[in-house]
């Protein structure tokens, strides 16, 4: 065995050793993702707007502190929180689940005043009467209808404060109450505070509630203080929690909010698993039958592959860390799907081989031609997958980024698994004089379509097909969007019985929640999606838990967007889609030298792209990130199958001396027909298990992707390639 090939043996092996250290176990190694194991993903917006210039500039710093300090006591390990953008905070706590504790914490200011009350009848009245004195205003009093009159200067801010526990009334009566205990100084200032106005009544304020209005009867020296007002003990201990980490030093609203059970999240792994498994088989199964032995070689590589993929991200786990690396649903789906275009590079070498042996090539000659000629077209290929992977990891959030990753981190792999892997077990049977020949069955064998004679009858079709979509997302306007892209809520309880639609909408307008859009899931008749535009979760679970009490429901997740948020998320998707192609027309352009079939290409896959867009609205499915992820997908993949019939009219062009480019553009496509019928079918028997099995959340999702790689094959066919000739006879 020559030093080349040991070499190359070597380098597989350790490869191959350091992924099995980093991807097994997996529940050690691999960190999930939220929409995985549960948990909360918040996007607060910090409002500095009535805040001074100067206190503007550190206002998202000290609130990001704040928030650590008060997460902490939730118990919720490996938790997130990072900056986003000017004034966003991103906010994400695994396995928590108690959604109106978290936030709570999270949301409550905690600006606790000191001021003085006018406890004057008659000011109070004209007071009432919207004749408030200089120098007050009124405050609203927890649990009364009626304010008071309170000096609008505090007396005492609540950064006196060094400590506040709950302690409970010895008599029983009045429940819970907060001991605050001050600092040095802020004793001090409390001792001279009360002294210099015993008989007053001392409003304490809590985020512009006052909480109570004791009488000061004499000086207060011990630096101790007491916040009553009929606290229940998980009242009073979330509120000295926030006393304590100190005020937020601005008000913060929840613009994006996702809450995942842990029953979903449990649903969402068997679901990706089963999937996984299933796709995978049925691959594994077909490559075997249909290129024998060379088959059972693209499933070695494609095993390396999956382990190469688990390997990485649990070396990325490991050595970086964050969210940024964790698995998520969107992320197994990233996996299956890259195992789908993987076969390709395999389908692509074997058929290369193919050619070469039919030439009458010697294995061994026809096999390093069939790898040298596939070279250029596999990284073509991928390349421009890639750059709609970053383009998803860039604009993405969320789940999203995770599947960007998975999809690059497989793209990658499959480069190396598919020229390296395959190619050394190949020079290891040849050199050992294992294989005689490589047999493989056929399914298409020298066709001669004429593909270009129907082009003008494709070209109308596709516009059509096309204005249609786009006509029908322009009828639906802001309905044809999710809530990711429009703002609103969802909700999805599971039922321990089956329940129908019409008993929720009636249970629900009884609780004057009328515009819900309820949805029941066919797969699973005890789940109930409910979406509204406003947050209406409270309501909406007191009304099913007093109306359904023979029927009791599970959370399974909400997902909450406000219209800022949604308005920007719709902003990003269609950069993602602008840049995406971009980096694709300029990649081609530069491969091929031709800025001809760049544009075609283009237009291709924004073809497939409207086509699957409109499709799924004209379904009644509504576009949200995850179907934007599917277009880039399918985006990639398009562009990776016209890249192919590229790189063979370009190889063809280069070997006539004088040519027909209408002979040659119907040559090439009949040459690669069987490849490109086999690597849509294989990529098919991995998305058609993800769309029957993969829950919910990703049916929308698969089916986009079945649509756009049907597409795909055809624009590859029927529109890169004759746009091409067209234009060249324009020019003429």
Same mark, same amino acid.
């Given at each position: ?180 205990? &001050? ?120 095993? &390396? ?150 082009? #003008? ?132 352009? #530069?491969? &091929? ?140």
């Amino acid at each position: 065995m020559n030093k080349k090939l040991q070499l190359r043996i070597l380098i597989i092996l350790a490869v191959l050793a350091v992924s099995v250290y980093f991807a097994f176990p997996l529940e050690k190694r691999i960190n999930l993702g939220l929409d995985l194991k549960g948990g909360m993903h918040l996007v607060l917006n910090v409002d500095l707007e009535k805040l001074p210039e100067e206190a503007k500039k550190d206002a998202v710093v000290r609130a990001i502190e704040i928030l650590r300090n008060r997460i902490d006591s939730l118990g919720a390990g490996e938790t997130v929180i990072q900056r986003q953008g000017e004034n966003q905070i991103i906010i994400q706590l695994p396995g928590i689940t108690d959604r109106e504790k978290a936030l709570h914490i999270i949301g409550t200011v905690a600006q606790l005043e000191f001021s003085l009350v006018n406890d004057a009848p008659e000011m109070l009245k004209q007071a009432l009467d919207g004749n408030i004195p200089d120098g007050y205003t009124l405050k609203k009093v927890k649990d009364k209808n009626m304010p008071i009159l309170v000096e609008t200067k505090a007396s005492m801010k609540g950064e006196a404060i060094k400590d506040a526990r709950v302690e409970i009334d010895s008599t029983g009566f009045s429940g819970s109450y907060i001991s605050l205990t &001050f600092s040095a100084k802020g004793a001090k200032e409390f001792a001279d505070l009360t002294r210099k106005n015993v008989g007053r009544q001392l409003a304490i304020v809590l985020d512009d509630v006052v909480q109570s209005y004791p009488n000061i009867n004499e000086a207060i020296l011990d630096g101790h203080a007491q916040i009553t007002g009929q606290f229940t003990f998980d009242e009073a201990s979330l509120l000295a929690l926030s006393l304590r980490s100190g005020s937020l030093p601005a008000p913060m609203h929840v613009e994006e909010e996702r809450t995942i059970g842990p029953l979903l999240g449990k649903d969402s792994i068997d679901a990706g698993i089963k999937s996984a498994i299933i796709g995978l088989a049925l691959v594994l199964a077909f490559m075997i039958i249909y290129y024998l032995f060379a088959g059972l070689v693209s499933v070695i590589a494609l095993m &390396f592959n999956l382990v190469l993929v688990l390997g990485t991200l649990g070396l990325l786990n490991a050595s970086v860390g964050g969210s940024a690396v964790t698995l998520t649903l969107p992320g197994i789906a990233g996996i299956i799907l890259t195992l789908g275009m993987a076969v390709d590079a395999n389908v692509l070498i074997n058929e290369r081989i193919r050619e070469e042996l039919e030439l009458g090539k010697q294995l061994s000659t026809a096999i390093a031609n069939g790898y040298a000629r596939a070279l250029r077209a596999i990284v073509d290929s991928n390349v421009t997958s890639i750059i709609a992977a970053v383009m998803l990891f860039q604009f993405g959030s969320g789940p999203i980024k995770g599947f960007a990753i998975t999809l690059t981190l497989g793209l990658v792999a499959s480069m190396f698994t598919a020229l390296y892997v395959t190619r050394t077990i190949m020079m290891i049977f040849l050199h050992f004089n294992w294989i005689k020949s490589l047999p493989m069955l056929r399914i298409f064998s020298n066709t001669k379509f004429d593909f270009i004679r129907i082009r #003008y009858f494709c070209f109308i079709l596709s516009l059509v097909v096309t204005l249609g979509g786009l006509i029908a997302l322009n009828a639906k306007k802001e309905s044809a969007y999710g809530i990711d892209f429009a703002g609103g809520q969802i909700q999805e309880y599971h039922f321990e019985k089956p329940i129908t639609s019409e008993t929720i909408r009636e249970i629900l307008k009884t609780a004057d929640v009328k515009e819900a859009v309820i949805q029941r899931l066919d797969q699973t008749p005890q789940n109930v999606i409910i979406r509204t535009s406003d947050d209406t979760f409270n309501v909406v679970e007191k009304a099913l838990n007093e109306n359904l009490k023979d029927n009791p429901n599970k959370l399974m997740r909400i997902e909450k967007v406000g219209p800022i948020v949604g308005k920007h998320l719709r902003q990003q998707a269609f950069l993602a889609i602008i840049y995406a192609m971009g980096g694709m027309l300029l990649y081609i352009a #530069y491969r &091929f030298r031709h800025w001809d079939f760049a544009i075609a290409a283009v237009i291709a896959l924004l073809h497939d792209v409207l086509v699957g867009l409109g499709l799924l609205v004209f379904f009644g499915y509504q576009i949200d990130l995850l179907i934007v992820t599917a277009l880039l997908t399918i985006a990639g993949y398009s562009i990776n199958d016209t890249i192919i019939v590229y790189d063979r009219i370009r190889e063809n062009m280069g070997k006539a001396k004088r040519y027909d480019l209408r002979e040659i553009i119907n040559l090439s496509i009949n040459q690669t027909l069987a490849r490109t019928i086999l690597t849509s079918l294989t990529v098919f028997l991995v998305v058609i298990p993800l769309f029957m099995y993969g829950g919910e959340v990703l049916h929308a999702f698969s089916l986009c992707l079945l649509i756009g790689f049907a597409t795909g094959v055809y624009s590859s066919i029927y529109v890169a390639a004759p746009l091409v000739l067209f234009w060249e006879k324009r020019k003429k």
